[in-house]
């Protein structure tokens, strides 16, 4: 671990986001936004209360927890002159567009007010969705204008009053403003991203981020290529795991679990970024075909399958494959895998320079 963390804190690594996935949120109904809407007083308050019961309950099985925060943070000052801060990112972790839209809004506010000292780099450390937020995130900050200005005016009923004609939620209007006015790409960083466990969802803006590297747990089974995996076979193959993470293939574009049609705003809001953002459904009919596709890798970045092993206790403690990566005790090797392949990549951007 230590030898890791040296090599991100000789790369410039100054600041980190650790970014959690679907249900291990502060919101996964979406219901405390809409209470919050009208009580904003009681936002905040119900936004804690619901991580504490989700910290809880799932400790760090497929959640990143406070303890897990303080290990790499005292990993990475140890490993500098000086602390490197790492927070936890709470979003509602809504098995949505708009819910995972909302958090990349609220990411880019962080990172456009983050103070970084020059020279230095920040990088998300994300595990299942949390990585689709970040993957929002990289359009925001370096895609097109005209694709950014879609993206909210996709999601405009959902933060602006139709009545009053006013933001309710004013990050949106904030961070609208700040990326239409500000420069391309808008960091003045480089943004470094991790990804664990993250389904194939979004397309990645590869001029958003600097190191762009996802694990994915994965058991190659002998009857398909090795980079591919396939649907569980029966109850046993899931109870344990068999082919690795089965969330991650599982949670490809068809899974949602759009907003309830009574909270009109978000649901119209979400119908909107879904024709924006997965207009083909990646050119599959049905859901089950695309989980039967097998793909575990994703276009952009580089893809590492690691083999974690026979996952540790039953399906509610391992999630179906999903949950290792999260657990403290695999955080030397993600951090030491992480730190050799953004070498690997600075080093060929260098060269690509260099031609």
Known sequence: ?????????????????????????????????????????????????????????????????????????????????????????PWTGENHHLGRAHAAVRLVDELLHAKVPPGGRVLLWTHSHGGNVAALVTHLLAGPREAVAAFFDAARCYFRSPWKGAADLAVWNNVEQMLRDGPRPALGYPLDIATFGTPLRYAWCEAGCATLVHFVNHRAPTDAPPHRTKAPRGAIELLQASGGDYVQQFGIAGSNTPPAIWMWRAWSADRKLNALLQPNEFGATTLWARINSGIRTAESGRTLLVDYGPPRGGIEEHLAGHAVYTQAAWLPFHAEQFAEEQASQRQQRSMNNAD
């Open 1 to 89: 671990m230590q030898a890791a963390t040296a090599k991100l804190r000789a790369a410039g690594t100054a600041r980190v986001y650790i970014i959690h996935g679907t249900f291990a949120g502060t919101d996964a109904s979406g219901l405390g936004t809409e209470i919050g809407r009208r009580f904003p007083e009681l936002r905040d308050g119900l936004a804690r209360l619901s991580k504490r019961l989700v910290d809880a309950v799932m400790r760090d099985n497929g959640n990143y927890t406070p303890a897990f925060a303080q290990q790499l943070a005292e990993a990475l000052r140890a490993a500098g002159r000086d602390s490197a801060p790492v927070t936890l990112f």
